[in-house]
């Protein structure tokens, strides 16, 4: 990936899981880094690490990527403190509420806030600076979630609207020079996460969930920043609009089967 070691590029949520492999494997290339996240304390224990280690110059702040204002402005000190952005990945996201029965009309805005406001926020901030840049990508983590049903339909339908976002961005910015793709995890071991916890708490239903997956085992959070690296990289220069499954052929989303 040397490649990428005059690169530039902001992730979102890069305190820990996705994020952080991505903000490491961007960091061993040599690229800079801006990195934002809601835990300040993690986030100072990743930079602290990938500076010791990678020599790379690494702009943090804590932030919660919903909050007004907030990611815009983030996303300006970035370009100002790095002299630019090449890249960009919107990795924070999550979902709020459950099944329909239960969840509520907070728990979705919350839930389309969260992984489709921001990504529309993010990038619209960022593309004047990765248009400038002239090889601008953009990398939206999405989930396999978005097209294979599971329980939640608010954070399924949120991944979904991600993938044709991509699609969309793709070639409304593609004349400025800048690629969009998207990158579908499909389950994901990060330590004393859901997946972690049920190996240890609950060994037979975790068991029983790897039968979901042809090769018996679960995605690592590297394997996905590896392909994340890529569609950033010059390397992927004629990729633009795609959706990328990094699922390990995983059936079922979820432990429920469906």
Known sequence: MDVMSSHRVLVTGASHGIGLATAETLAQAG??????ARDGLKLRRAVDDLATRFGVTVHAEPLDVTAPEGLEAFVASSAAALGGLDGLVVNAGGSFGRGLP??????????????????????????????????????????????????????????????????????????DGIRVNAVSPGSTRVPDRRWDRMSRDDPEAFAAFMKEFPGGRLVEPSEIAEVIAFLLSPAASGISGANIPVDRAQNAPGASGY
Request: with cysteine.
């Open 102 to 175: 239960d969840s509520t009309p907070e728990d979705w805005a919350a839930t389309w806030a969260l992984n489709v406001g921001q990504a529309e926020r993010a990038i619209r901030t960022a593309a004047p600076h990765l248009a400038a840049s002239g090889h601008g990508s953009v990398v939206l983590v999405s989930s396999i979630s978005g097209w294979k049903p599971a329980p939640g339909a608010q954070y399924g339908s949120a991944k979904a609207a991600q993938i044709y976002l991509a699609a969309a961005w793709a070639r409304e910015l593609g004349a």
């Open 31 to 36: 690229s800079a880094l801006a990195l934002c």
